[in-house]
């Protein structure tokens, strides 16, 4: 296995004593364990994993209303859940109530202690207590594992809940806040606590450093007896991987009911933007999912609420719904999409409120963050033909002999492969991240009782590929480095080290929720940033609260937060990366300019923040290729549309979602051929591999533009440290790794004999006209002269896809136009602060106000579609990053183009003529110096002057120059 393993050593790893220094918190090593369900026995039913009573109670008796009427916690709680259960006019139930918060939980508690075993409410208090509270380092388990420890300590008198009782509650709150009073009862005289705690142990996995606590047990002197012999019962158990196989195996034949939707389903149709805001809340999201009316789909309330009766008919035929679809996943890195598809097709998770697990999606493609997000939650997805399935049809999955079986007739209707040997382990693991953190957990418990650390005996472990490249690609030397090794080839499992994660804000909160299950209390991703670009400007009231709040949980981990109102995060993000490093992001476009990125959902996200290392299947990769030059007006956008163009002329792309072709799909995109583009430049190409549904994407620069960038960003980090951005600590080291890197500066190159899955050749002397996306699908690709005509009513310049060059571009245009008004609604959201005083200060506001446009505050505006919209069914020419059917606006038609088209197309009411684009266009070659100029923070004296009164301690120098050696 490649990268670093951080349960390798005792103590911290230098990236978790760096976290943990930084946040103040208790040294994280790294996560040698995910939580796996307590002592409960379980088995599979009907194809999901399904626990008994005693782990779950009964849906109904969870929810019940039937209360006595003195206890003041539960008049409260009970009318939450009438409301809860009124929701979607009461279809499947309502929706669960939500989990028990801090204050409710010390409510709560309270209650329990001044009540007496006798009392009628007394079973439905403890209930509450042991099935409501999120695990983890969820402030509300901070409060339940308080009060447990103390019952379990015998410091205040139990009341409902025994000592013994207290302590297996205890463990089944998965880690954190549970772990020390378990680990001081393994030492105590009680024989009952202390081998009950033993039992408890045995199925925690995020253990973190007390690991070594209950090995100094086991192995010191001083310990009693009776105190090492739990210790070592613990280490036998974790050496043992009782945790994993203590779990029902997944069966050879699954019996499930298919719910197909055919087509296309992005992450879109599944978690749609306009409800970004309820994304942490599960059950509340879900409702959502699926909300537009398309073929064979009947919405419950359109456009509100989805298939909910369609759903709930097809789960009286009494086995699990399997998602099924032609091309799924496509679009955003949302795992609240999955979270949607498992909240009406998974199964409870013991303990562990308003969350599901496993079930089963099948796909013609998947795509790989979706994929990815879904072996995170312990689902099984499948690649496979689905012509043969239909709405209603009951198959069998015959999972071990890749055979998909019509239930009616006994006949095959389909075969399959898994995508990996250990697809089977991950799934009854819970999920590859628990699959990951225990297996480590086993090797280092075998290592600590002096056995062999491999641990093949139980698990599959990923298989080498047996046809090893002559010459590795830039990407597969980056993940290399990352592994401390020359190259990865493809298909090659492994962990590079993270050196920079992103997180945006409606996925924020469910990547804090994320770490919160995972117990981490500080970071040991190098660096880790938080961005608010997509609520800052049409806030709802939760978004409020996250924006006062978010920011706190992520500085108090070592990680540095943004503003609302600073912009979109990959503006800022990109600015604080190291050459030839790896990173990850829950954002599909964090594609770096520099290095590459993996971009994941918020469960990936978390993981690798917390344990600075990102489970990687190697991908292959396609070579894009670019000679000639550039002609006369034709931009970089243009370039950006010419891969999908070229690809579906070449037949390695189709728009057909039966059967798609994608030669893109889950490789790496790598580029060549335009060496001295600027990084803002860059990124323009790399940020729109997302739509070509790529794992990542390179491209290769040469030294000089990448120099220029880092000296410029420098300055602006430590601009930001005198600006009171935190954490100072981090960026400081991010600052002293950038001076190492520009001291030496080294780029890696792709070896002369590397190989590609394919390689596309694009001859910038035969584009000649602008290359647009067609409404719908940024796939669907047509020249400009196809298309000229058409009228136009919106035009939006913004998004990620855009720098400061894109607005001076289309400011001199609209300075040029012959007309005072626009025949068009015109919205201008330029993607920093620092973008819109710079084209404040050139005065490029006064022309944009002049000509009447819509400014908008920076970051993501109208390309998400969740803050300000489109008018519905209007025709649109945005600069944004995708246009999947009702993104920008119900029923709207968005063409993709570049920020010059789309200006022109804003003056001309309609797309022009090629003639009419090259007129308007003419001047602007003559300008290009001034136009296309960026923002180098070295040269602007307000940035120059702050970072003069920055300096970096001599701590984070040391601190990175070790980093940069791993």
Same mark, same amino acid.
């Given at each position: 296995?490649?990268?670093?393993?951080?349960?390798?050593?005792?103590?911290?790893?230098?990236?978790?004593?760096?976290?943990?220094?930084?946040?103040?918190?208790?040294?994280?090593?790294?996560?040698?364990?995910?939580?796996?369900?307590?002592?409960?026995?379980?088995?599979?039913?009907?194809?999901?994993?399904?626990?008994?009573?005693?782990?779950?109670?009964?849906?109904?008796?969870?929810?019940?209303?039937?209360?006595?009427?003195?206890?003041?916690?539960?008049?409260?709680?009970?009318?939450?859940?009438?409301?809860?259960?009124?929701?979607?006019?009461?279809?499947?139930?309502?929706?669960?109530?939500?989990?028990?918060?801090?204050?409710?939980?010390?409510?709560?508690?309270?209650?329990?202690?001044?009540?007496?075993?006798?009392?009628?409410?007394?079973?439905?208090?403890?209930?509450?207590?042991?099935?409501?509270?999120?695990?983890?380092?969820?402030?509300?388990?901070?409060?339940?594992?308080?009060?447990?420890?103390?019952?379990?300590?015998?410091?205040?008198?139990?009341?409902?809940?025994?000592?013994?009782?207290?302590?297996?509650?205890?463990?089944?709150?998965?880690?954190?806040?549970?772990?020390?009073?378990?680990?001081?009862?393994?030492?105590?005289?009680?024989? #009952?606590?202390?081998?009950?705690?033993?039992?408890?142990?045995?199925?925690?996995?995020?253990?973190?450093?007390?690991?070594?606590?209950?090995?100094?047990?086991?192995?010191?002197?001083?310990?009693?007896?009776?105190?090492?012999?739990?210790?070592?019962?613990?280490?036998?158990?974790?050496?043992?991987?009782?945790?994993?196989?203590?779990?029902?195996?997944?069966?050879?034949?699954?019996?499930?009911?298919?719910?197909?939707?055919?087509?296309?389903?992005?992450?879109?149709?599944?978690?749609?933007?306009?409800?970004?805001?309820?994304?942490?809340?599960?059950?509340?999201?879900?409702?959502?999912?699926?909300?537009?009316?398309?073929?064979?789909?009947?919405?419950?309330?359109?456009?509100?609420?989805?298939?909910?009766?369609?759903?709930?008919?097809?789960?009286?035929?009494?086995?699990?719904?399997?998602?099924?679809?032609?091309?799924?996943?496509?679009?955003?890195?949302?795992?609240?999409?999955?979270?949607?598809?498992?909240?009406?097709?998974?199964?409870?998770?013991?303990?562990?409120?308003?969350?599901?697990?496993?079930?089963?999606?099948?796909?013609?493609?998947?795509?790989?963050?979706?994929?990815?997000?879904?072996?995170?939650?312990?689902?099984?997805?499948?690649?496979?033909?689905?012509?043969?399935?239909?709405?209603?049809?009951?198959?069998?999955?015959?999972?071990?002999?890749?055979?998909?079986?019509?239930?009616?007739?006994?006949?095959?209707?389909?075969?399959?492969?898994?995508?990996?040997?250990?697809?089977?382990?991950?799934?009854?693991?819970?999920?590859?991240?628990?699959?990951?953190?225990?297996?480590?957990?086993?090797?280092?418990?075998?290592?600590?009782?002096?056995?062999?650390?491999?641990?093949?005996?139980?698990?599959?472990?990923?298989?080498?590929?047996?046809?090893?490249?002559?010459?590795?690609?830039?990407?597969?030397?980056?993940?290399?480095?990352?592994?401390?090794?020359?190259?990865?080839?493809?298909?090659?499992?492994?962990?590079?080290?993270?050196?920079?994660?992103?997180?945006?804000?409606?996925?924020?909160?469910?990547?804090?929720?994320?770490?919160?299950?995972?117990?981490?209390?500080?970071?040991?991703?190098?660096?880790?940033?938080?961005?608010?670009?997509?609520?800052?400007?049409?806030?709802?009231?939760?978004?409020?609260?996250?924006?006062?709040?978010?920011? #706190?949980?992520?500085?108090?981990?070592?990680?540095?937060?943004?503003?609302?109102?600073?912009?979109?995060?990959?503006?800022?993000?990109?600015?604080?990366?190291?050459?030839?490093?790896?990173?990850?992001?829950?954002?599909?476009?964090?594609?770096?300019?520099?290095?590459?990125?993996?971009?994941?959902?918020?469960?990936?996200?978390?993981?690798?923040?917390?344990?600075?290392?990102?489970p990687l299947d190697m991908p292959e990769s396609v070579l894009v290729r670019f000679t000639g030059k550039m002609q006369p007006?034709?931009?970089?956008?243009?370039?950006?549309?010419?891969?999908?163009?070229?690809?579906?002329?070449?037949?390695?792309?189709?728009?057909?979602?039966?059967?798609?072709?994608?030669?893109?799909?889950?490789?790496?995109?790598?580029?060549?051929?335009?060496?001295?583009?600027?990084?803002?430049?860059?990124?323009?190409?790399?940020?729109?591999? $997302?739509?070509?549904?790529?794992?990542?994407?390179?491209?290769?620069?040469?030294?000089?533009?990448?120099?220029?960038?880092?000296?410029?960003?420098?300055?602006?980090?430590?601009?930001?440290?005198?600006?009171?951005?935190?954490?100072?600590?981090?960026?400081?080291?991010?600052?002293?790794?950038?001076?190492?890197?520009?001291?030496q500066p080294d780029l890696m190159e792709a070896d002369p004999n590397a190989e590609y899955a394919e390689i596309i050749e694009?001859?910038?002397?035969?584009?000649?006209?602008?290359?647009?996306?067609?409404?719908?699908?940024?796939?669907?690709?047509?020249?400009?002269?196809?298309?000229?005509?058409?009228?136009?009513?919106?035009?939006?310049?913004?998004?990620?896809?855009?720098?400061?060059?894109?607005?001076?571009?289309?400011?001199?245009?609209?300075?040029?136009?012959?007309?005072?008004?626009?025949?068009?609604?015109?919205?201008?959201?330029?993607?920093?602060?620092?973008?819109?005083?710079?084209?404040?200060?050139?005065?490029?506001?006064?022309?944009?106000?002049?000509?009447?446009?819509?400014?908008?505050?920076?970051?993501?505006?109208?390309?998400?579609?969740?803050?300000?919209?489109?008018?519905?069914?209007?025709?649109?020419?945005?600069?944004?990053?995708?246009?999947?059917?009702?993104?920008?606006?119900?029923?709207?038609?968005?063409?993709? $183009?570049?920020?010059?088209?789309?200006?022109?197309?804003?003056?001309?009411?309609?797309?022009?003529?090629?003639?009419?684009?090259?007129?308007?266009?003419?001047?602007?070659?003559?300008?290009?110096?001034?136009?296309?100029?960026?923002?180098?923070?070295?040269?602007?004296?307000?940035?120059?002057?702050?970072?003069?009164?920055?300096?970096i301690s001599e701590e984070m120098k040391a601190a990175a120059k070790k980093l940069s050696l791993l």
């Open positions: 296995m490649l990268g670093r393993i951080a349960t390798a050593r005792r103590g911290a790893s230098i990236l978790g004593r760096q976290a943990a220094k930084r946040s103040g918190a208790a040294p994280l090593s790294t996560l040698i364990g995910a939580a796996s369900s307590a002592q409960t026995e379980s088995k599979w039913i009907g194809g999901g994993l399904k626990f008994d009573s005693r782990a779950i109670p009964a849906h109904a008796a969870s929810y019940s209303t039937s209360r006595p009427l003195n206890s003041a916690f539960l008049a409260a709680y009970d009318e939450h859940v009438s409301e809860r259960a009124a929701m979607a006019d009461g279809k499947m139930g309502g929706i669960a109530p939500k989990p028990l918060d801090a204050a409710q939980c010390s409510e709560l508690v309270e209650e329990i202690k001044a009540a007496s075993a006798g009392d009628a409410n007394a079973d439905r208090l403890v209930e509450l207590l042991s099935e409501r509270v999120p695990p983890g380092v969820d402030e509300a388990a901070y409060v339940k594992a308080s009060y447990l420890s103390a019952v379990a300590l015998g410091e205040v008198p139990a009341t409902l809940i025994s000592q013994v009782r207290a302590v297996e509650l205890l463990g089944t709150m998965q880690g954190g806040y549970n772990v020390g009073t378990l680990v001081t009862l393994l030492s105590g005289a009680d024989d #009952d606590l202390r081998n009950c705690a033993a039992q408890q142990l045995k199925h925690i996995l995020l253990v973190f450093d007390a690991f070594y606590d209950i090995e100094d047990i086991y192995n010191s002197d001083s310990s009693t007896p009776e105190a090492k012999a739990a210790a070592a019962s613990v280490l036998e158990s974790w050496a043992d991987a009782e945790w994993y196989l203590s779990r029902p195996e997944v069966p050879d034949k699954i019996t499930v009911t298919v719910f197909k939707v055919t087509g296309e389903t992005n992450t879109d149709d599944l978690s749609p933007a306009q409800d970004a805001w309820s994304r942490p809340d599960i059950p509340l999201h879900a409702l959502a999912m699926l909300k537009n009316s398309r073929e064979g789909i009947d919405p419950e309330v359109d456009g509100e609420i989805g298939p909910l009766g369609q759903m709930e008919e097809l789960m009286k035929k009494g086995h699990p719904l399997a998602y099924v679809g032609d091309v799924v996943g496509t679009g955003s890195s949302r795992k609240s999409a999955t979270n949607s598809v498992l909240w009406f097709m998974g199964e409870d998770m013991p303990y562990v409120p308003n969350i599901k697990s496993g079930g089963v999606c099948i796909g013609g493609k998947i795509a790989p963050i979706f994929f990815n997000t879904m072996e995170d939650s312990g689902a099984l997805p499948i690649e496979m033909d689905v012509n043969g399935l239909n709405t209603g049809d009951v198959i069998d999955i015959y999972t071990k002999e890749g055979e998909v079986v019509d239930a009616a007739c006994d006949e095959v209707v389909a075969k399959f492969d898994l995508k990996t040997n250990v697809l089977l382990d991950e799934v009854r693991a819970g999920g590859r991240i628990p699959l990951i953190i225990g297996r480590g957990l086993t090797g280092k418990a075998r290592v600590a009782l002096g056995r062999d650390g491999g641990v093949s005996d139980i698990f599959q472990m990923p298989i080498d590929p047996t046809d090893v490249p002559r010459g590795f690609s830039l990407a597969q030397k980056m993940v290399g480095k990352a592994c401390g090794v020359d190259g990865v080839p493809p298909g090659k499992y492994c962990e590079p080290a993270m050196t920079t994660v992103g997180s945006q804000d409606t996925t924020g909160p469910m990547t804090r929720d994320e770490l919160k299950s995972l117990a981490c209390l500080g970071f040991s991703a190098d660096l880790v940033m938080q961005s608010f670009c997509h609520t800052a400007a049409y806030p709802k009231p939760v978004d409020v609260v996250t924006h006062h709040t978010l920011p #706190d949980f992520i500085q108090t981990r070592g990680g540095v937060s943004l503003r609302p109102g600073d912009g979109i995060i990959h503006s800022w993000l990109n600015r604080m990366l190291v050459p030839d490093t790896v990173g990850t992001g829950g954002d599909s476009h964090t594609r770096f300019p520099l290095g590459v990125s993996f971009p994941a959902g918020s469960g990936l996200v978390a993981f690798a923040a917390a344990t600075g290392i990102f007006g034709i931009t970089l956008r243009d370039l950006v549309q010419a891969i999908p163009y070229t690809a579906l002329k070449n037949g390695l792309l189709t728009t057909e979602k039966k059967g798609k072709i994608n030669v893109f799909s889950g490789r790496v995109l790598e580029i060549e051929g335009l060496p001295d583009l600027k990084c803002e430049q860059a990124f323009e190409l790399s940020d729109a591999s $997302a739509e070509r549904s790529a794992a990542g994407c390179t491209i290769k620069l040469n030294k000089e533009p990448v120099i220029e960038y880092l000296n410029s960003n420098v300055v602006m980090l430590k601009w930001m440290i005198s600006e009171g951005y935190g954490d100072p600590r981090t960026l400081e080291r991010r600052i002293a790794r950038m001076e190492d890197w520009l001291a694009i001859n910038m002397d035969d584009i000649k006209e602008p290359i647009l996306a067609l409404p719908n699908d940024p796939d669907a690709s047509a020249l400009l002269s196809e298309v000229a005509g058409d009228k136009v009513d919106e035009v939006f310049i913004g998004s990620c896809m855009t720098n400061i060059g894109h607005f001076r571009a289309a400011g001199k245009l609209l300075a040029d136009r012959a007309t005072a008004t626009l025949p068009t609604k015109l919205w201008i959201a330029p993607p920093t602060k620092m973008d819109e005083a710079q084209l404040t200060e050139e005065g490029y506001y006064s022309t944009f106000g002049t000509a009447g446009a819509r400014t908008e505050m920076p970051g993501c505006s109208l390309c998400m579609g969740n803050q300000a919209r489109v008018e519905p069914g209007c025709t649109t020419v945005s600069t944004s990053t995708r246009n999947f059917p009702n993104r920008l606006g119900q029923g709207s038609n968005v063409y993709l $183009a570049s920020a010059e088209l789309a200006a022109v197309a804003s003056i001309e009411g309609e797309l022009p003529s090629v003639e009419t684009y090259m007129k308007h266009m003419a001047n602007m070659d003559a300008v290009a110096a001034d136009t296309y100029r960026y923002l180098n923070f070295d040269q602007l004296p307000k940035f120059v002057e702050a970072s003069d009164r920055v300096e």
